[in-house]
């Protein structure tokens, strides 16, 4: 029954909110789990059964997965550093050479953070008390204000209508009648952007660093003709990863709700990581930051230190 439970809510979720919820989900469509991964595809049918628009949304978003899982994994030889799209990847540059028929959005981090509501109001009698007063104020003509407690004591025509107010409100003469409920939270709020960034096409460069697994760094054209840098890499798994983001995530809520923390501005400057599968994924790449790894051999050339020489327990 919970399992059930479950895959009727991440179901709805996807048909409300289908951009968003396919990247958190992707790491489960390419899983090595079966049970994961039929469970996904069982999702995704019946959320395009709710909104039949996501058949197609679908399909493009499964040629993507694949797309970017070869291009993840593709080995590159020591000493290349760059590697053409068009040239390696020739149904990756054909199938993105126009905009796509079903953009999907780009994942950076500005588009997939959830947007709570804000907190919830809370009814009480002074609070409903205090708009019933404002209420009838505005009903008086200019100029004039009248107490609650005197206009409710108040006979006449005045009296019945705060008396049909204050039934609205939930209050009698004599105090609560029945009150409307603790908490209600804004059906209209939207937890994501209204206008969101799509893949438009892949930039036909793509970099590859020096670092062990050869992570490639490429760069997607958005709808907005923006550019926006990913790294992909392989040979890892960035579930880790994304669960310790998730982890920053929640320490910069709490350094938000304390004064000092926020006086003094501080937070851990986060990025999106997704995982394709359990080898490979993607990361938001951010800019005008500098690998530990660039530091360091930058370091060791200005003392033109040998690197084959330098042992692990050396001292820098």
Known sequence: MTSKALNAIITQVFAAFPQQTLWMMINLHGSSNSMRRDRCIAIWNDASNIEPGLHDFVVEATILIKQLDTLCMHAVAYGQNKISLSAHFKSFKRYYANQSACPILIPIQSQMQVCLPPPPVRFSLSTTSAHLQQQTNNDLPTGSTVKLSAMINKQGALGRTANKKAAQAGLTTTGINKMPPKNYYDARHQPFPDAVVTIHSFEDTIDVLSSLQRPKKIVIRGSDGQLYPFLCKSQDDLRVDSRCLDFCHLFNKCL???????????????????????????????PNLCTFRSLVTKFYRQRSSNFSEVSPGRAI
Do not use: D, F
Request: aromatic letters at 10%; proline letters at 3%; charged letters at 30%.
């Open 256 to 286: 938000k709700k304390n004064s000092e923390t926020r006086r003094r501005q501080l937070n851990i400057r986060t990025y999106a990581v997704y995982p394709i599968n359990e080898r490979c994924g993607l990361i938001e790449w951010l």
